[in-house]
């Protein structure tokens, strides 16, 4: 068996659509069960995922004193800063609010500054404050920062700096008491809460009337990039960006594609997995203000050198995470229902993918710290159904702080308590016993005949995926393999071909699957599904992210060019001939009990007969059993004898002098009259010694006991014969399919 990685939760639909919801928005039946699976039925959800708007800014709780400061700033020419944050929804909402107010003003009146993410920490920073606001600039503007900065922005009131926060994380206990822009203000009313910080700064620059269709694309990045829901109003906003990304492209959006490798059309997986990962990268190696100067760089020469440099430092962030990732998981116990890991000198930047990765790997909670003077500073991240910042506020008291929500959080350990919070919190989670694994939630199981590619191409009303509504993840339920091989330089990926759906499907990292199955063996497969195009043929394919194997796997590496060894290690249980010697305390003979449950069980040598496998395979509960079925002597081809055959042989041996023959001396030539091979005449002699028809010793054949009623199927040796021919006939001569066919058959009764 092969365990999937996640828990599969297939979602069922609680209520219809309405027939006449489905003729309105013109729904087929594949759009309308995944609608209702999630949740959509009614006009207003079906709304927000069709024909999405956005609202008027004015309704932002306190805009108009946002605007009327601004505009008076511009007016008298007051020096402003935008203070923005380190991530692609910083960065991108830094470039929106400079770009738009530099417009309205001299250039030299805005400047912008990110926090470093090592030096600095996130959002407002009083150091950074005394040391360059006071007394330089008027007006401050934090986007995508400033609710959790109470203490720090007051220092600046206090002396003299007016403040403006425009912001969408979770209000705490102490809130600034300033102009507030967010879109989930307790104290406003706008129709949408889920906006992304450059989504409420796309607002204010709209209240400005400063925007500009181009200025969609920073939306459109920054919205995708920070996983807020794609539903209503922020997919409206990303639509619109998406068409500005692909009509008129900035310069620093374009290079930095270029330079990426990418360079075909533009959608949120474009943004999610090209775009954003880089601009964080510039903010998880401290200089996220390079990534700002890029997207304002309007000339494309300048910016490809600039985007060369940001995919420079992506590749450290990539090889920072990979040299991280590999000694953290050496430090792990596989054990434990969460990962702590800790160790001094790791770069903090990246602890937050590392402990994500661990999770993706593991399936439990991690936590990845690194030692900061005398405090360990890291990340936090869990899996659906473990909230991580309940749990550490009730079952640890030597943390220092933390802060997030119950999937991601950022955790701060005196070096003096790390062995305690490590202990306290694994044994808390080991005693809960709760087996833990992810959950992966299924939209659609894929049958035969029930998904066209006409279909699954009106997906792209569903589009743009995201958050809360994610692109439709598909199951292909204990389908029939057609062909499996490994792709890739290294082989570390996976092709499948289900020949009954009618679809490939790609796993990236999954090349290990070679391993666990084969042509024509059931498994059941999880991901996403897209076209793929090749000499100019479109078909489906599926993105695979899990897979699971329910019966026992049989590989079959009978022919020489299937075997591959590495998959057989010294600990598997190995299955060998009957009278053969066992190498160690794993080896049986077949018609010997196997241990009840085996990981992998070798079947080494073909047996002498298919009772004793049946014996021995007989309720065991194995993952995996490899067929080799070697043998020294193959009988398929060259049969075994017959009664004529014995009683020729007894009639040409009646012809001998005193009715005795040399076998050194006359066997040849006996097998040539006989037209036998050797092989076939010396099994004839063994049949007729164990009937007792002849006596043979030192080499001469002596006629036995007149006896003319003697039956072949009396003699041992014969029925052995027999058991091995059907052996072969059963486990050696046939396809693979039968082969596998019949395993499964024995195992199962």
């Keep these: 068996m092969y365990q999937s990685k996640y828990e599969w939760k297939v979602r069922r639909k609680t209520s219809d659509i309405p027939e006449a919801l489905r003729e309105k928005f013109k729904l087929d039946p594949l759009e309308q069960t995944i609608l209702e699976n999630r949740g959509f039925t009614t006009e207003a959800d079906l709304e927000k995922i069709y024909h999405p708007k956005t609202y008027d800014a004015g309704r932002v709780h306190m805009m108009d004193k946002a605007v009327a400061r601004i505009e008076a700033a511009l007016e008298g020419d007051e020096r402003i800063l935008v203070y923005g944050d380190f991530d ?40 950074i404050f005394e040391e360059i606001v006071v007394g330089q600039y008027d007006l401050v503007i934090t986007v995508d920062n400033g609710v959790s900065g109470a203490r720090e922005i007051g220092f600046l009131t206090s002396r003299g700096v007016d403040v403006i926060v425009v912001d969408h994380h979770a209000f705490g206990e102490d809130v600034p008491e300033v102009t507030i822009l967010h879109p989930d203000h307790p104290d406003g009313e706008y129709p949408f809460k889920s906006l992304a910080g450059v989504g409420i700064t796309y607002k204010l620059v709209q209240a400005l009337g400063l925007d500009r269709k181009e200025d969609l694309g920073w939306v459109a990045i ?62 998880r190696l401290g200089e996220a203000e390079i990534a700002v100067e890029l997207l304002l760089e309007e000339d494309m020469n300048l910016a490809y050198e600039q985007a060369v440099v940001v995919e ?50 593991y399936g439990k909670p991690a936590i990845v710290l690194t030692l900061d003077g005398d405090i360990y500073r890291g990340s936090a991240r869990s899996i659906e159904g473990v909230d991580l910042h309940r749990i550490l506020a009730e079952h640890s008291n030597h943390h220092h702080r933390f802060g997030g929500h119950a999937l991601a959080l950022g955790v701060e350990v005196g070096a003096a308590d790390i062995e305690a919070f490590k202990d306290e919190l694994e044994q808390h989670m080991n005693g809960l016993e709760l087996n833990l694994r992810p959950l992966k939630h299924i939209d659609y199981q894929i049958k035969q005949g029930n ?15 995201g958050q809360s509504f994610q692109s439709p993840v598909f199951l292909l339920s204990n389908e029939n393999i057609g062909t499996i091989k490994q792709v890739g330089k290294d082989r570390s990926h996976i092709k499948l071909s289900m020949p009954k759906v009618g679809m490939d499907v790609i796993g990236f990292g999954f090349g290990h699957l070679i391993n666990e199955v084969s042509t024509q063996d059931p498994i059941s497969l999880v991901g996403t599904v897209n076209v793929n195009e090749f000499n100019q043929k479109r078909t489906l394919q599926m993105m695979l992210q899990d897979a699971s194997v329910d019966s026992v796997q049989l590989i079959d590496m009978r022919s020489r060019t299937d075997q591959r060894f590495d998959m057989i290690t010294q600990e ?43 014996y021995s395979l007989r309720d065991i509960h194995a993952s995996k059993i490899i067929a080799l079925f070697h043998q020294k002597e193959e009988l398929f081809f060259t049969g075994i004898p017959k009664a004529e ?87 050696k001569m046939s396809s693979s399919s039968e082969l596998k066919e019949y395993l499964r058959s024995l195992i199962s009764n």
């Excluded at 992998?600 to 298919?610: A, I």
């Design 222 to 283: 920054g919205t995708v990039a920070d996983l807020v829901p794609m539903i209503d109003e922020n997919k409206k906003l990303v639509t619109e960006g998406l068409k500005v990304l692909n009509d008129t492209p900035p310069a620093g959006v374009h290079t930095l594609l270029r330079s990426a490798g990418s360079d075909g059309y533009i959608d949120e997986e474009t943004i999610a997995f090209g775009l954003a990962p880089r601009l964080n990268a510039t903010g």
């Design 451 to 465: 998904m066209s590619m006409k279909a699954f191409e009106r997906f792209g009303r569903l589009k743009p995926f």
């Design 88 to 127: 692609a929804d910083g960065i991108t909402s830094t470039v929106l609010l400079l770009s738009a107010l530099r417009r309205k003003t001299d250039e030299d009146n805005v400047d912008f500054f990110i926090p470093n993410r090592i030096e600095d920490g996130y959002g407002p920073n009083q150091t």
């Design 645 to 731: 055959d014995i009683s020729n042989v007894l009639q040409l041996m009646g012809k001998a002098e005193e009715g005795t023959i040399d076998l050194a001396k006359h066997a040849p030539a006996l097998a040539d009259r006989l037209g036998m091979k050797m092989k076939f005449l010396k099994m004839a002699i063994d049949i007729m010694t164990d009937l007792e028809i002849i006596t043979l010793k030192d080499g001469i054949v002596y006629k036995g006991q007149e006896e003319e009623n003697w039956k072949l199927a009396d003699s041992r040796h014969y029925q052995k014969l027999k058991s091995q021919l059907e052996a072969e006939r059963l486990l």
């Design 312 to 361: 420079d430092m992506n590749m450290e962030r990539k090889q920072l995470v990979e040299t991280i990732f590999g000694e953290a998981d050496a430090d792990i116990d596989a054990g434990n229902q969460i990962n702590i890991v800790y160790r001094e000198g790791w770069h903090p930047g990246v602890l937050g993918i590392v402990a994500s990765k661990i999770v993706e790997k």
């Design 572 to 614: 598997d249980v190995f299955v060998i001939a009957e009278g053969r010697e066992k190498k160690g305390e794993n080896y049986y003979h077949y018609g010997e009990a196997l241990p009840f449950t085996s990981k992998t069980v070798v079947l080494r040598d073909l047996p002498e007969s298919v009772e004793n496998l049946s």
